[in-house]
Structure formats: structure tokens, C-alpha cells
């Protein structure tokens, strides 16, 4: 239904012969991009189906632009080309594609081979950015882009005519995906809170994705118009036909964005379009390649009434980096998802029980698993008898069982799936680790000592809002799994340590969940529109 809805929406009034076709695990769906006009991709093989639809948009009465041409053309084909896999590749791994290529293959084998050497590799390349994590951007100067001499001097800004008498009231929703993560559940449950303040949610994604989460109850009743890129061709610069085509059907209240960059780049013309709608993003942490989504929205930020942020590193880098006011920022933590500011108790080690240390998190790069798998296999040389959980699913899941396997670590790491509720894993845990390259501030580290187990991580992101300087280790990768087996080691038989430790974490989380919730925040905002 997303794709049928991004084509009723740029084809109004018109019927349309679609024409559906499956694929496998490594074809990732092709919904809204150019080829669904055209039909030129090599993943439309195996035809399933054919069916017409018929739009029941109304139409714009306006005179189009010269600049309009090629995405007329494009447009105006009768037919349309959705290549959808079957439900049967949700039981897998999500696929990601291999780097292509002489360096791509060496990359591969290094990082199978040798994971940490890679790591380290990864982590020099990427000091080119290390400038743009202490600088401020340029915010963008949208109308300047189509002047003479920028990016868009041959397109024009035509902003979107009124919305239709008595249309429904509606708030835009970019997310980046519909996968399991931390940042996406606060993403649905924004969907959850605008759908309970009386608008209907249009809910656009713009990652590659077989998109498991996109039956989830908070969409129900949405309208979800997943993305599949690129779109340049029939999306043409300053006219933005599917944004128009939205603002012109629904009364668009709001706009939020959540790790959506399609929505980012074009959000100054939504700006220009509904001048004084409330448009609020959320971010959570800075990448080292660059800065990521929290640079976007410093970019964006002329366009922007309101950031919210998920920590107070985060909030200090957007007013002091990026020199964003501070009345613009909102800091409001996360941890009303799935943690409450309540009285916790200490989990204390029962009589016999195999001392265990537990990862929580996706099989990802950002996660760094193959950091706590080198970092048990060291513990277990010096001789410890330890259990070790490594509890998530992910791209990266066969690569590291074959780490695992390699390390002979086989009978020493339990592998657990998201079948397996993460309060169990929490149960069975002493310690949780977080191995991470990059964070926020995870929420598994909120629920782990709210659930009484302490933490030891990596000081990436703002984890130090919550973890002590004794129990953070460097984020490199080689030195990552040599100083958290250090900090791990003293722990095992010094119970009052581990429960000193958690004390600490314990008291700085109530801190910061003190203050009022994201949910609690945005259920507010979103009540104003």
C-alpha cells in the first residue's frame, strides 16, 4: 500500500496499471524511485501480478514550470513497476550489500580475518572528520541555492498552494526506517502520539529496507509511503511534487523528523510553503563520519522551530558547537520507553551462579560486537570461567558466529535472538558491556540499571552522562577490548564493587530521568498543534 500511495499521490486522477514483481533477501523493495516509472531495473524479473489502481487526489489547477519537463515525462507513463520480496526473507538476516570492488574485496578480507584490524583502519580513515565534530555548519540558505551560480540556478521555488476546504489535519512523519532499534521505537511512538492528538500520521521512510516493523500497531490508521531511492528525476527541485501533492490534500499541521535525511533536504521548501508550522526533529547521537543526522539538523536549523535532543552532551554540542539558541533546544531523554524513574535494587549475585557478562544490541557496525567477542576471548586466556551472553539480530549475524567459531568461543558465548525478551538476558547478567564505536546514549544502558545490573562502556557519545570515568574505556577498537576486559576482571569477585559501580550509574540515571520524558514532552508539542 506505501508504494501505491507515493504514485495515487503523483498521479492524480488517474488510473494506473501496476505491475508487481518479486525478489530474494538481497533485492530490497523498489517502491517510489525512478525506475518504478520506467520499469528499467534488473530487479524487475519475475512479474507476480498486474492490477490497475485509480488515484482519487485531486489535481492541482496551476501552470507548470519548464524545469517540470523531465519529471512530467517521467510521470506521465500509464505504467507502474513495484518490486516487492516475499514475507519468507523476514525469517534472515537483513542484507546489506558487499563494498564492490579491489578495495571493497581487501576490506572484506581484512574484516573477516582480522575484525579489529579493520576496525582500526576505519578508525583512521575517519579523522579526515574529526574537524566537523568541533566546528560550526553553515546553516543552509535554501532561496540562495536557486540564484545565480547555485546548486538549483535553473529550478524554481513554487511553494504549495493552500489545502483543500475541510481536508483531514495531518502531521508529516519522516523516520529512517521500519526496523528494530532504540531511536525507532521513540520514532513510533511519536506515530502513536500524534495519531491519539486527532491527526492522521504520514509516515515516509527513506532507508532501503524489507521493513519488518511496517505492521506494527502504532502505524495502524497511518498513511506510510516508505521510500526507496534515488528520486531525483521525478521529484524536481523547489516544486517537490509528492510534498505538494500532501500539503495540498491534508491540513499538514507539523512536520518531525527522525533520522530521515530525504525529509532534511527538503524541508526548507516545506518551510516556505506553511511559514510558521511547527517542524521539530530528534537526534541522538553525533557520528564521527561527519556528524551525521545531529549536522543535518544543524544545517536545517533556519527551517527548524524546535530540536530535540536525548542527552545533555548532545544539547551542549547543538548551543555551543553549532551556536543553535538555546530556547530552540529540548533536552528530553528516552527512558520513559522502557525505563521508569522508580526505586531499582541492586541485583545481587546468587550462590553458584557462573558469573555473566551480557551485550544487548543489534549486529551492527555501530554496536561493535567483534569488540566484546576479543574481549572475551582475553578474559577467558587469563583463566576466568565466565558465561558470556551476545543477545541481538542483525546484518552482521552469520559474520559474527564465524568470529565466534574462529575464536573458539563456541561453548563459551550464548547466542540469543530478539525472540528473547532482553528483561531475561538482564536477568541472567552481572555485568552489561557496551562495546559500541558510536552512541547516544543506549537505552539498554538505562534498562540494565534500572534492572539492577551495572555497566561498563565505551566513551562514545554521551554515555558519560550516566557511566563513571572508572567504568568508560577508550572507543578504539584494539584498546576498546583490552580495557574492558580490564574493568570486567575486577568485578567478578568483588561484589561490593560491582554494586558500588551500579550505585553511581543508578544515582545519575534517576538524575537525568528526572526531567521531563520525551514522550511526556512531545505528547505536549504535538497537543499545541
Known amino acids: 500500500m506505501g508504494a501505491l500511495n507515493f504514485h495515487a499521490l503523483m498521479a492524480p486522477q488517474r488510473t494506473l496499471r501496476v505491475h508487481r514483481y518479486d525478489g530474494t533477501v538481497e533485492t530490497t523493495p523498489r517502491l517510489t524511485d525512478d525506475t518504478t ?22 489535481d492541482e ?33 537483513p542484507y546489506r550489500p558487499p563494498r564492490r570492488g579491489l578495495i571493497g574485496g581487501l576490506a572484506r578480507q581484512v574484516k573477516s580475518r582480522a575484525p579489529l584490524l579493520y576496525d582500526d583502519a576505519r578508525d583512521l580513515s575517519l579523522l579526515r572528520f574529526r574537524r566537523r565534530m568541533t566546528t560550526a555548519i553553515e546553516p543552509r540558505d535554501y532561496e540562495r541555492e536557486f540564484q545565480p551560480g547555485g546548486a538549483h540556478e535553473d529550478d524554481v521555488i513554487v511553494p504549495a498552494g493552500p489545502s483543500a476546504d475541510g481536508a483531514p489535519k495531518a502531521v508529516i512523519i519522516g523516520l529512517h526506517w521500519f526496523e528494530l532499534g532504540g531511536a525507532e521505537l521513540w520514532a513510533f511512538e511519536t506515530v502513536r502520539l500524534v495519531r491519539e492528538a486527532g491527526f492522521l500520521p504520514i509516515v515516509l521512510t527513506n532507508r532501503d529496507s524489507h521493513q519488518p ?11 506510510l509511503i516508505p521510500f526507496s531511492e534515488p528520486t531525483v528525476d521525478s521529484q524536481t527541485p523547489g516544486v517537490e511534487p509528492l510534498l505538494r501533492a500532501l500539503l495540498r490534500t491534508f491540513d499538514v499541521r507539523g512536520v518531525v523528523i527522525h533520522h530521515n535525511q530525504w525529509l532534511y533536504d527538503r524541508v526548507a521548501w516545506i ?57 530552540r533546544v529540548v533536552m528530553a531523554p528516552l527512558g520513559g520507553l522502557t525505563v521508569k524513574p522508580k526505586d531499582a535494587q541492586f541485583q545481587a549475585r546468587r550462590e553458584g551462579d557462573v558469573f555473566t557478562v551480557a551485550f544487548v544490541g543489534r549486529m551492527a557496525r555501530q554496536k561493535a560486537p567483534e569488540v566484546f567477542i576479543a574481549m572475551a576471548r582475553r ?50 547478567a552481572h555485568v552489561l558491556v557496551v562495546s559500541s564505536h558510536n552512541e547516544g546514549l543506549t537505552l539498554t544502558t538505562l534498562e540494565a540499571i534500572a534492572h539492577g545490573v551495572p555497566v561498563i562502556s565505551t566513551d ?23 580495557r574492558l576486559a580490564e574493568a570486567v ?41
Not at 507548470?64 to 507513463?77: G, I, K
Not at 586466556?381 to 573458539?408: C, K, N, P, T
Open 37 to 58: 516509472f520506467s520499469g528499467m531495473s534488473r530487479s524487475n524479473r519475475r512479474r507476480i501480478e498486474s492490477f490497475d489502481i485509480v488515484s482519487a487526489v485531486e
Open 460 to 482: 562514545v557519545g554521551a554515555q558519560g552522562d550516566i557511566i563513571p570515568d572508572s567504568a568508560l574505556v577508550p572507543r578504539y577498537a584494539r584498546l576498546a577490548a583490552r
Open 379 to 428: 578474559l577467558k586466556r587469563q583463566g576466568y570461567a565466565l558465561r558470556f551472553i551476545l543477545h541481538g539480530d542483525g546484518e552482521l549475524s552469520g559474520w559474527v558466529d564465524d568470529i565466534i567459531a574462529a575464536e573458539g568461543l563456541t561453548a563459551d558465548i550464548e547466542r540469543r535472538t530478539s525472540g528473547t525478551p532482553v528483561s531475561q538476558t538482564l536477568d541472567d
Open 271 to 327: 518551510a516556505a510553503s506553511r511559514p510558521g508550522i511547527p517542524i521539530v526533529d530528534s537526534t541522538h547521537i553525533v557520528e564521527y563520519t561527519g556528524g551525521g543526522y545531529p549536522l543535518s539538523s544543524a544545517i536545517a536549523s533556519r527551517s527548524m522551530t524546535t530540536h530535540h535532543v536525548i542527552s545533555p552532551s548532545l544539547a551542549k554540542w547543538m548551543t555551543d558547537v553549532q551556536g543553535i539558541p538555546a530556547e
Open 489 to 529: 576482571a575486577p568485578l567478578i569477585s568483588d561484589e561490593a564493587a560491582r554494586e558500588a559501580l551500579w550505585r553511581k550509574e543508578r544515582k545519575a540515571e534517576k538524575k537525568l530521568l528526572s526531567k521531563q520524558s520525551a514522550s511526556s514532552w512531545f505528547e505536549e508539542e504535538v497537543g499545541s498543534w
Open 213 to 223: 516493523w511496517v505492521t506494527r500497531p502504532e502505524l495502524d490508521g497511518a498513511l
Open 61 to 93: 489547477d496551476r501552470r507548470s514550470e519548464s524545469t517540470e519537463a523531465e519529471a512530467a515525462e517521467l510521470v506521465s507513463s500509464p505504467t507502474r513497476h513495484i518490486h516487492v520480496s516475499s514475507d519468507e526473507v523476514l525469517q534472515s538476516d
